[in-house]
């Protein structure tokens, strides 16, 4: 079982910046065996879509909506995820959730989510 807590949402004018946080708790076998960290967010009216992903090998991968303005990155030491959004823009608005991938199964373990809201 891995425990997923997200941080650092809110609100923010167009153009700013937000560092949001993935903390992520459990057993050491199931924190070692997390596969891949992903970012998603989901506005309303639509379906939830991926944002970021960061394999435990450190490989980066990013929606083309978002790439060159956010990055993702971890704390190892900290078991903690990141999600730097730059120049924000009013439709990145959005619920961000953070989810873990562990396993040879890849179960699925998700946060709660965090707000952010993009407006002048």
């Known amino acids: 079982q891995v425990q997923l807590v997200e941080s650092g949402g809110g609100l923010v004018q167009p153009g700013g910046s937000l560092r949001l946080s993935c903390a992520a708790s459990g057993s050491i076998f199931s924190i070692n065996a997390i596969v891949a960290m992903n970012w998603y967010r989901q506005a309303p009216g639509k379906e939830r879509e991926a944002v970021a992903t960061i394999t435990n090998g450190g490989r980066t991968n990013y929606a083309d909506s978002i790439k060159g303005r956010f990055t993702i990155s971890r704390d190892n030491a900290k078991n903690t995820w990141y999600l730097q959004v730059n120049s924000l823009k009013p439709e990145d608005t959005a619920v961000y959730y953070c989810?873990?991938?562990?396993?040879?199964?890849?179960?699925?373990?998700w946060g709660q989510g965090t707000q952010v809201t993009v407006s002048s």
């Open positions: 989810n873990a991938r562990v396993g040879p199964k890849r179960n699925d373990y």
